[in-house]
């Protein structure tokens, strides 16, 4: 079992930027992929960004250049730093971990952003 809790969420104008964190618990030892899904009311969670234990990501086409990922494989941690948000990227975003085929989700955190 693994553990997801993710922070960072919160309202922001568009243009700026926020940084969300993950932190993992549990049987990390297992967790190969670590990633970011987002979700809107009324549509399906959709992949944002993934990086694998030994370091490779990618990118849904829809962040590529404005967010970027980073893992931390010592801490068990997973970050989202998330620049020039767009109203489109309202979504709650959840924290991601894949283990022995398993996937794990954290709670969620809401991202807003206004004009």
């Known amino acids: 079992q693994v553990q997801l809790v993710e922070s960072g969420g919160g309202l922001v104008q568009a243009g700026g930027s926020l940084r969300l964190s993950c932190v993992a618990s549990?049987?990390?030892?297992?967790?190969?992929?670590m990633g970011w899904y987002r979700q809107v009311p009324g549509k399906q969670r959709e992949l944002i960004a993934a990086?694998?234990?030994?370091?490779?990501?990618n990118y849904a086409d829809s962040v590529k250049g404005r967010f970027t990922i980073s893992r931390d494989n010592a801490k068990n941690t997973v970050s989202l730093q998330m620049n020039s948000l767009k109203l489109e990227d309202t979504a709650v975003y959840y924290c991601?971990?894949?283990?022995?085929?398993?996937?794990?989700w954290g709670q969620g955190t809401q991202v807003t952003v206004s004009s």
């Open positions: 991601n971990a894949v283990s022995y085929g398993q996937r794990y």
């Open positions: 549990g049987s990390t030892f297992s967790v190969d992929m």
């Open positions: 990086c694998s234990r030994g370091g490779d990501t």
